[in-house]
């Protein structure tokens, strides 16, 4: 259990870094205003807890032999195939979601930044 456990997180956390590279390639690219940098950072990172938001409603109905916890574990779960999947499944939506929660407090603290920038700014 604890080796799906971790190639769960290793999967799920491999994903939500390269979103968060991109997303902070963004930011970083809009930076000359700070609230449309991190407006366009909590719209992208809404986006992104979309996704794991999907993918972890979706994650009991994904065969485990196509995911990438199954590559993980070398292809190699010594478990009946109806265990297997529910196990997989059950691991992946946890994962989805706590990474879930973490991406929609990253995009609140992004929309209040970006309404604080707005109303410490002077009108230009």
Known sequence: MDEIR???EV???RACGFA???ISVVVLALSYDLSLALRAGAVL???LLAVLVYRGHSALNQ???RTEVYLLLDRKLDLPPKVAQQLVGR???ATYYRYAKVTG???FLMWAGSLAARL???AA
């Open 45 to 47: 990172t809404m986006i």
């Open 105 to 107: 407090g990253t995009a």
């Open 20 to 22: 968060a590279l991109g």
């Open 63 to 65: 065969d485990y032999k």
């Open 11 to 13: 999967s799920v956390s």
């Open 6 to 8: 971790n190639a769960a």
């Open 120 to 122: 410490a700014m002077p």
């Open 91 to 93: 691991t992946l939506r």
